[in-house]
Nanobody, 123 residues
């Protein structure tokens, strides 16, 4: 079992920056990838960023590419998301997730989820 706890959410003006963190505990050694998803009210869940434990390769959603950066510490216990040039479309609840299957990175395939942290961008 893996436990994930997000932190760092809050309100920020458009154009600003924010960094989210996810603390992972439990049996994390089997995780194939970890990452962030977000969901705004009335919208579908969106993949934001994924980092793979083997080699630290990354994938980003098209809407955040070039603005966000995901990182994973060497103990695989902290996943961070640095968000820059924030805009109103970035508003939503951000969820940390981890998976251990071959399809890791797709929302339906993730095995563990945090409770989420709210990010609100004001214009």
């Amino acid at each position: 079992q893996v436990q994930l706890v997000e932190s760092g959410g809050g309100s920020v003006q458009a154009g600003g920056s924010l960094t989210l963190s996810c603390a992972a505990s439990g049996h994390t050694g089997s995780d194939r990838c970890m990452g962030w998803f977000r969901q705004a009210p009335g919208k579908e869940r969106e993949r934001v960023a994924i980092i793979y434990t083997d080699g630290r390769s990354t994938r980003y959603g098209d809407s955040v590419k070039g603005r966000f950066a995901i990182s994973l510490d060497n103990t695989m216990t902290t996943v961070s998301l640095q968000m820059n040039s924030l805009n109103a479309e970035d508003t939503g609840t951000y969820y940390c997730a981890a998976g251990n299957g071959v399809w890791c990175g797709w929302g339906y395939a993730m095995d563990y989820w945090g409770k989420g942290t709210l990010v609100t961008i004001s214009s």
